[in-house]
């Protein structure tokens, strides 16, 4: 009876959360991985001075106004997308282009595991890390707001969404990083699609970039074209591009501004789903010993 | 007697040429940068009006309109096309170990890491004179023409003078991604593998600003260029010294760290 139990429990191959296990380990082994995970508390205290400088320009009732309370959204929108794409495209490039392409992959194949599978694993793996960073960086830029910004007993939020308290102002920012939490899920899954058609690390990155600035350009042209289209129309186009959703849109689905909160969900599900299952594709069709 | 026991750079740059092109992706990046050459026209013919920086805007006539393509082309050249080309060619030869059987020859580190720099730039360069021509030619033809014009540090200029700023910008232009090709022949040999290099040489560009606004020019090429060869001060005043110190440095450190590599490890 167990015999049977142990046979139809393996016929799948190797379970999903070994592999998870592995990844984890394998993604911890690199130097370079030790080194990012050192990166929030720093990236933190570069924001903490060029919001402090920008500050100095600004009138204190404007929400752009940096407070201990809004301190860790203003932080954020900034490096979500440099440094975090920064970080996820090295994620990508290292654990899947650069694995896959010198052949370092064979070894973990020799068990009875999918392509898929694994892929599925890593980036499960590179978003559990990416999302710690994310954590890591809510609690580090929180404290450094609390020691070195101003804290007036209320300030204004962003897009007219009211006046918030300090505890309110906290508990507005933690829906903005779980908002930021879902974007990065999605950014991460074009990421791996690239990375898996990329023919080498180097071309990942160069797409990596290309797609992030043609998520920049598109939405900056379209800018030129505002007086065509009706105001709903105009915010709905823009926000199409997921680099202007991690900008501007996270505290405009916050503010529910013309509506963006159900669309912009939709376009961070829409651009999960679609890369997620090109990705799938890409691995389902390839054999492992190309 | 003269067979000296050292391969000549002629040779070097000659090989190092060889491998450059045979990669699939170096003429990938050449052909999606000269896609976005006619792209950058079209987008300026539909705008007809472009910017010195996101405070002065100018409209376009058929003699000025050369130097405005490299305000979008700059950041593509920058971000994709020379990160790309350098850390395949300063560390994607080296990690993956393939340089070692060229260097079995007794070859100058030096003289390898130069080489590399002169193909590089070589590529960079041809690009960066096609663009000016393709400017020039579109501006003349599909533009609306103009008997003279106004540029930003020349004053008014006729054909002739249009066409002499126009390879000045160019020629400010390419030292800059002469010198980040060098910066990223240094990276490159800090950085493990060709990712990090990647990461690395933007990094040196982004934060840059954060070190000085002198350092803008990296991020920034056409404004920078603009502000400094139109004498409005600030920042970018010292442009000329700072890319003359910036492209020695680069040799210096470039040449020390090459020469000092270990290749064994």
């Given at each position: 009876?167990?015999?049977l139990?142990?046979?139809?429990?393996?016929?799948?191959?190797?379970?999903?959360?070994?592999?998870?296990?592995?990844?984890?380990?394998?993604?911890?082994?690199?130097?370079?991985?030790?080194?990012?995970?050192?990166?929030?508390?720093?990236m933190?205290?570069?924001?903490?001075?060029?919001?402090?400088?920008?500050?100095?320009?600004?009138?204190?009732?404007?929400?752009e106004?940096a407070?201990?309370?809004s301190?860790?959204?203003?932080?954020?929108?900034?490096?979500?997308?440099?440094?975090?794409?920064?970080?996820?495209?090295?994620l990508?490039?290292?654990?899947?282009?650069?694995?896959?392409?010198?052949?370092?992959?064979?070894?973990g194949?020799l068990?009875?595991?999918?392509l898929?599978?694994?892929?599925?694993?890593?980036?499960?793996?590179?978003?559990?890390?990416?999302?710690?960073?994310?954590?890591?960086?809510?609690?580090?830029?929180?404290?450094?707001?609390?020691?070195?910004?101003?804290n007036?007993?209320?300030y204004?939020l962003f897009?007219?969404?009211?006046?918030?308290?300090?505890?309110e102002?906290?508990?507005y920012?933690?829906?903005?990083?779980?908002?930021?939490?879902?974007?990065?899920?999605?950014?991460?899954?074009?990421?791996?699609?690239?990375?898996?058609?990329?023919r080498?690390s180097?071309?990942?990155?160069?797409?990596?970039?290309?797609?992030?600035?043609?998520?920049?350009?598109?939405?900056?042209v379209?800018?030129?074209?505002?007086?065509?289209?009706?105001?709903q129309?105009?915010?709905?186009?823009?926000?199409?591009?997921?680099?202007?959703?991690?900008?501007?849109?996270?505290?405009?689905?916050?503010?529910?501004?013309?509506?963006?909160?159900?669309?912009?969900?939709?376009?961070?599900?829409?651009?999960?789903?679609?890369?997620?299952a090109?990705?799938?594709?890409?691995?389902?069709?390839r054999?492992?010993?190309? | 007697?003269?067979?000296?026991?050292?391969?000549?750079?002629?040779?070097l740059?000659?090989?190092?040429?060889?491998?450059?092109?045979k990669?699939?992706r170096?003429?990938?990046?050449?052909?999606?940068?000269?896609?976005f050459?006619?792209?950058e026209?079209?987008?300026?013919?539909?705008?007809?009006?472009?910017f010195?920086?996101?405070?002065?805007?100018?409209p376009?006539?058929?003699?000025?309109?050369?130097?405005?393509?490299l305000?979008?082309?700059?950041?593509?050249?920058?971000?994709?096309?020379?990160?790309?080309?350098?850390?395949?060619?300063?560390?994607?030869?080296?990690?993956?170990?393939?340089?070692r059987?060229?260097?079995?020859?007794?070859?100058?580190?030096?003289k390898?890491?130069?080489?590399?720099?002169?193909?590089?730039?070589?590529a960079?360069g041809a690009?960066?004179l096609f663009?000016?021509?393709?400017?020039?030619?579109?501006?003349?033809?599909?533009?609306?023409?103009?008997?003279?014009?106004?540029?930003?540090?020349a004053?008014?200029?006729?054909?002739?003078?249009?066409?002499?700023?126009?390879l000045?910008?160019?020629?400010?232009?390419?030292c800059?991604?002469?010198?980040?090709?060098?910066?990223?022949?240094?990276v490159s040999?800090?950085?493990?593998?060709?990712?990090?290099?990647?990461?690395?040489?933007?990094?040196?560009?982004?934060?840059?600003i954060?070190?000085s606004d002198?350092?803008?020019?990296?991020?920034?090429?056409?404004?920078?260029?603009?502000?400094?060869l139109?004498?409005?001060?600030?920042?970018?005043?010292?442009?000329?010294?700072?890319?003359?110190a910036?492209?020695?440095?680069?040799?210096?450190?470039?040449?020390?760290?090459?020469?000092?590599?270990?290749?064994?490890?």
């Amino acid at each position: 009876m167990s015999l049977l139990l142990y046979e139809t429990e393996n016929s799948g191959g190797v379970p999903f959360g070994r592999l998870l296990q592995a990844e984890w380990r394998r993604l911890w082994k690199r130097r370079t991985v030790r080194l990012m995970a050192l990166a929030a508390p720093l990236m933190a205290l570069v924001s903490a001075k060029y919001l402090l400088s920008q500050n100095g320009m600004l009138h204190p009732g404007l929400p752009e106004y940096a407070t201990a309370g809004s301190m860790p959204v203003l932080a954020l929108a900034e490096m979500l997308v440099t440094a975090f794409s920064g970080m996820m495209l090295v994620l990508a490039g290292l654990t899947v282009t650069e694995e896959y392409r010198s052949g370092q992959l064979r070894m973990g194949m020799l068990r009875a595991a999918s392509l898929t599978r694994i892929m599925s694993a890593k980036w499960l793996v590179c978003l559990a890390f990416m999302w710690i960073q994310l954590a890591a960086y809510f609690v580090c830029s929180a404290v450094v707001g609390r020691i070195w910004f101003p804290n007036p007993d209320t300030y204004p939020l962003f897009y007219e969404a009211g006046q918030a308290a300090y505890a309110e102002g906290l508990l507005y920012d933690l829906g903005y990083y779980a908002l930021a939490a879902l974007v990065l899920a999605a950014l991460l899954a074009v990421f791996f699609w690239i990375a898996a058609i990329g023919r080498s690390s180097t071309v990942t990155l160069g797409l990596g970039i290309g797609f992030l600035l043609l998520s920049y350009l598109l939405p900056t042209v379209l800018t030129y074209f505002r007086p065509l289209f009706e105001t709903q129309e105009y915010v709905r186009l823009y926000f199409l591009s997921l680099l202007m959703v991690e900008w501007e849109g996270l505290a405009a689905m916050l503010a529910n501004l013309h509506g963006l909160r159900l669309w912009n969900l939709g376009v961070i599900g829409g651009y999960g789903l679609l890369f997620g299952a090109m990705t799938m594709w890409v691995w389902k069709r390839r054999d492992s010993f190309e | 007697m003269n067979n000296k026991q050292t391969v000549g750079i002629g040779n070097l740059i000659r090989s190092e040429a060889q491998r450059v092109f045979k990669r699939g992706r170096t003429w990938a990046v050449i052909a999606v940068y000269l896609i976005f050459v006619p792209l950058e026209c079209l987008f300026l013919t539909m705008m007809n009006t472009s910017f010195y920086d996101p405070d002065h805007s100018v409209p376009l006539n058929s003699l000025n309109t050369a130097p405005f393509l490299l305000r979008e082309l700059s950041i593509l050249m920058n971000f994709v096309v020379i990160p790309m080309l350098a850390a395949d060619s300063f560390n994607g030869d080296v990690s993956s170990g393939a340089l070692r059987l060229a260097l079995i020859r007794p070859v100058s580190r030096v003289k390898m890491f130069l080489a590399k720099w002169a193909v590089l730039g070589a590529a960079v360069g041809a690009m960066t004179l096609f663009t000016w021509a393709a400017g020039t030619v579109f501006g003349r033809i599909f533009m609306p023409a103009a008997a003279e014009t106004t540029l930003m540090g020349a004053g008014t200029v006729g054909g002739l003078g249009a066409i002499g700023f126009g390879l000045g910008f160019y020629g400010m232009a390419f030292c800059i991604f002469l010198a980040l090709i060098g910066v990223g022949g240094i990276v490159s040999r800090l950085a493990p593998n060709p990712v990090l290099a990647y990461i690395g040489m933007l990094a040196v560009i982004v934060g840059g600003i954060y070190v000085s606004d002198g350092m803008a020019f990296l991020l920034s090429v056409s404004d920078s260029i603009f502000h400094f060869l139109g004498h409005t001060g600030g920042s970018d005043a010292y442009l000329g010294w700072i890319l003359c110190a910036l492209l020695a440095g680069c040799v210096i450190m470039g040449a020390w760290s090459w020469g000092r590599r270990e290749w064994m490890q």
